[in-house]
């Protein structure tokens, strides 16, 4: 059974059991992280969710998402360059329409201007977001100005962290004064 194969079952497992409240995962690749946690967000579950990478019984494993229903946070720690391409589709998806999640934060995990551009949509769709940190994510100017736009449409965000990135005054503008 390949890795996208053994996913699916637990996928299944999750849409199955309504009564399920705490998920947690080990396994050696991102990207089943990003279906998983997809999959609990696409269902507005409040399922306390923790997915590792490393193989199991190995001591470098580390965790790489978790889903917090009681503070409603969703934390990325660390993604590989192929999970994130994966992730702004699959997850920015399911974010949209999620009603559990009030905090992002992605400290710290290296985030391309695609990223932003998928991204964009969850600020100017999603309506129960309160709270997004995005610092050190190595965010340039092209992809502060993909989140300005989102934010132009955004009425719920409350709080924007975007400390110690890339971007400059260009960046900075488009925050001020977003346009679409």
């Given amino acids: 059974m390949g890795r996208f194969d053994r996913a699916e079952e637990i996928l ?6 309504s009564t399920l409240k705490v998920l947690t ?9 990003t279906l998983l946690i997809s999959a609990v967000l696409a269902r507005n579950r409040s399922m306390e969710v923790h997915v590792w990478s490393g193989e199991h019984g190995k001591d470098n494993s580390s965790k790489v998402v978790e889903f917090a229903p009681e503070s409603s946070t ?6 590989t360059v192929s ?3 994966v992730w702004a589709c699959r997850v920015v998806c399911a974010l949209v329409w999620n009603t559990t999640v009030k905090s992002v934060n992605l400290t710290g995990v290296r985030l391309r201007s695609r990223w932003a551009t998928e ?3 969850v600020l100017e769709q999603n309506r129960s977001l309160k709270e997004v940190y995005l610092t050190k994510t190595c965010l340039k100017n092209k992809g502060v100005v993909y989140v300005a736009a989102g934010l132009f449409k955004n009425r719920s ?4 962290h975007l400390d110690d990135n890339w971007f ?3 960046g900075v503008e488009h925050l001020l004064c977003p346009t679409r």
């Fill in 25 to 33: 995962i080990i396994d050696s690749s991102s990207i089943t992280a």
């Fill in 74 to 79: 969703l934390r990325i720690y660390r993604l």
């Fill in 119 to 121: 991204f964009r949509w």
């Fill in 12 to 17: 299944k497992m999750i849409e199955a059991n």
């Fill in 157 to 160: 965000l409350e709080t924007l």
């Fill in 168 to 170: 400059n005054g260009v």
């Fill in 83 to 85: 999970a994130l391409e």
